[in-house]
């Protein structure tokens, strides 16, 4: 069993940045893709960026590309979110999941195995 925390969430005004950390605990895969995804009020989840296990591949959703920076220690099972030039549009609850061991498709939600109980981030404007 994999638990994920995420952390670093709250309110922000227009323009600013927050960070966001997820810890994974438990029966850890280090060598495991990590994501993010956020969901809005009355939207579908929508992915944000992703990680591979080693760092070196990242990619991101159309809306965050430019602001955010996806990171992790797999030494210490962490996975963060650097959140830039944040918009009202942003505002969501945030999620960090655990990956497949293989997915063409990244920004699925059927690509992830895990899931954390999600921080909440509002930006104001």
């Known amino acids: 069993q994999v638990q994920l925390l995420e952390s670093g969430g709250g309110l922000v005004q227009a323009g600013g940045s927050l960070r966001l950390s997820c810890a994974a605990s438990?029966?850890?895969?280090?060598?495991?893709?990590m994501g993010w995804f956020r969901q809005a009020p009355g939207k579908e989840r929508e992915f944000v960026a992703v990680?591979?296990?080693?760092?070196?591949?990242?990619e991101y959703g159309d809306s965050v590309k430019g602001r955010f920076t996806i990171s992790r220690d797999s030494s210490k099972n962490t996975v963060d979110l650097q959140m830039s030039s944040l918009k009202p549009d942003d505002t969501a609850v945030y999620y960090c999941?655990?990956?497949?061991?293989?997915?063409?498709?990244?920004?699925?939600?059927?690509?992830?195995?895990?899931w954390g109980q999600g921080t909440q981030v509002t930006v104001s404007s």
């Open positions: 438990g029966r850890t895969f280090i060598s495991n893709t």
């Open positions: 999941a655990l990956g497949l061991k293989y997915s063409n498709t990244w920004s699925r939600e059927s690509s992830y195995i895990y």
């Open positions: 990680i591979n296990w080693s760092g070196g591949y990242t």
